[in-house]
């Protein structure tokens, strides 16, 4: 069966010429605006001297924001970093030509480059969102997975951001003869850790030779194969395998990362900061600062701050309890402190006394992480970084993920670390603050139930979706 191209590398590549392109018309279109056909010749010059650095920094924001990645998207999505990339480019242009001493940059021709280049960059993205959606072709995956598991897997497929990796086919036994079947009319293969490692091989073998793609789950097996060390011994070449912690080089850097950011978040937050403080106490009676114990680096418990978004006793009879969704518990100003993570904020001052990190694994309390450690034989690998105001798990995954859930990507964090990661992570934090699904609390109700696959499942362990 004859696929057409995918969106291949030189129109990623055309994309991004565009966009440099419109971003910097968009500032001459600024000038232009601002001082009509008579420009200073000095207030150009300081265009010139930075259009370089300028242009720099506005990829390496849009990269990092993850801006040419269009599969599970939406236009919203398009548009919203959009928004917060040019803010933050045009926050970066403002501190080059402080830091270049170029002075006469006009500050109302930032201003108007910012309009034009979130209007014009706006339209020419979702234009090129829509030629992405109308000429590559869907994925269409087989998945190959126990009955238990299929409930969640096709839960994730039939997000709404979804718009290219279609499940066309459910295998639930005979997985071999099966795959082997569908294998002309299939892109991708999704192996489940159900399978038996002996049919696993086969499948990826038959695969491999039909050029097909392979999706692996998160195991903690698969994950430990992360980025392994290759050493040579004689003629034989070998793979070390990496544990679950940063190198001491790593760690210092990050640490100064993190010393340096929390300081610029200090003197931005400060406003909302007292605003939210303000709030708290006026509402409901109580501290406006909430300490709790939690888990960090090695384990070690600390005192973690937050501004109190529940009722001062809201678990004095029902003792630890984690937050759901719709919790009674949380105050009216709680729940838009929440949704906004205002609630954080006082979490810079762990940061600065060095209990936490920027980005990392979200610390528990004591008491949860005792009874997971208990459940989940990993779950202490977590602990080999700080805790962080944010993460891996709560970028990519749900808020109201379980905690096995949330495991796997602090694992995958770690595994693959690097202060760029660190950067991204921070930047996407940003827009999960305007994701409502982001700030919910677990919820019982939200769990998949083999009920709702009923329909699709078939007596010969084969089912064809259209």
């Not at 001493?101 to 006009?106: G, I, S, T």
């Not at 295998?171 to 071999?176: E, G």
């Not at 079947?181 to 399978?195: E, G, P, Q, W």
């Not at 980005?359 to 208990?374: L, S, W």
């Amino acid at each position: 069966m004859k696929r057409r191209a995918t969106w291949s590398g030189m129109k990623r590549f055309a994309t991004i010429i565009g966009d440099v392109i419109i971003f910097n018309c968009s500032v001459l279109l600024a000038f232009y605006i601002k001082f009509g056909k008579g420009i200073p010749a000095i207030n150009f010059y300081a265009y010139e001297k930075s259009a370089l650095y300028i242009t720099l920094l506005f990829l390496i924001v849009n990269f990092l924001l993850g801006v040419y990645v269009y599969y599970n998207r939406r236009v919203s999505d398009i548009i919203f970093t959009t928004i917060l990339g040019q803010l933050l480019t045009i926050a970066g242009l403002i501190m080059i030509s402080f830091i270049g001493r170029l002075f006469a940059f006009p500050r109302s021709v930032l201003a108007l480059s910012f309009v034009v280049s979130v209007l014009f960059l706006g339209v020419w993205r979702v234009f090129i969102f829509y030629m992405y959606l109308r000429f590559t072709p869907n994925q269409r995956v087989a998945v190959l997975a126990s009955d238990e598991e299929l409930p969640a897997i096709v839960q994730n497929f039939n997000s709404n951001k979804n718009n290219k990796h279609k499940i066309a086919y459910v295998i639930t036994n005979h997985f071999i003869e099966n795959a082997r079947d569908i294998m002309a009319d299939v892109d991708i293969f999704y192996l489940t850790k159900s399978l038996s490692d002996s049919n696993r091989r086969s499948i990826i073998d038959m695969v491999l030779k039909n050029e097909k793609q392979i999706m692996l789950t998160s195991t903690f097996d698969n994950i430990l194969m992360l980025r392994p060390n290759l050493m040579n011994f004689e003629d034989e070449s070998v793979m070390g395998i990496r544990g679950f912690r940063i190198s001491p080089e790593a760690a210092f850097f990050k640490r100064l990362f993190d010393i340096i950011v929390a300081l610029l978040m200090l003197i931005l937050a400060s406003p909302f900061m007292l605003v939210s403080a303000l709030l708290v106490k006026l509402t409901s009676p109580g501290p406006v600062i909430y300490k709790q114990t939690r888990i960090t680096l090695n384990q070690k418990e600390f005192k973690i701050f937050k501004f109190r978004t529940m009722r001062a006793d809201a678990e004095t009879k029902s003792g630890p309890m984690l937050a759901k969704a719709h919790d009674a518990r949380i105050t009216t100003v709680g729940r838009y402190l929440r949704k906004l993570r205002l609630d954080e904020l006082p979490q810079i001052f762990n940061v600065l006394k060095g209990d936490m990190s920027i980005v990392g694994p979200r610390p528990e309390r004591p008491f949860f992480v005792q009874q997971f450690n208990d459940e989940e034989p990993h779950y202490y690998l977590r602990h080999n970084v700080r805790a962080g105001i944010t993460g891996y798990a709560q970028v990519y995954g749900k808020y109201a993920s379980d905690y096995h859930s949330k495991l796997k990507f602090d694992l995958l964090y770690i595994k693959c670390y690097s202060l760029t990661l660190d950067i991204k992570i921070l930047l996407q934090t940003i827009k999960i603050l305007f994701d409502k699904m982001s700030s919910q609390g677990v919820d019982e109700e939200e769990e998949p139930t083999a009920k709702k696959l009923h329909e699709i499942v078939l007596d010969n362990d084969i089912t064809h979706l259209v």
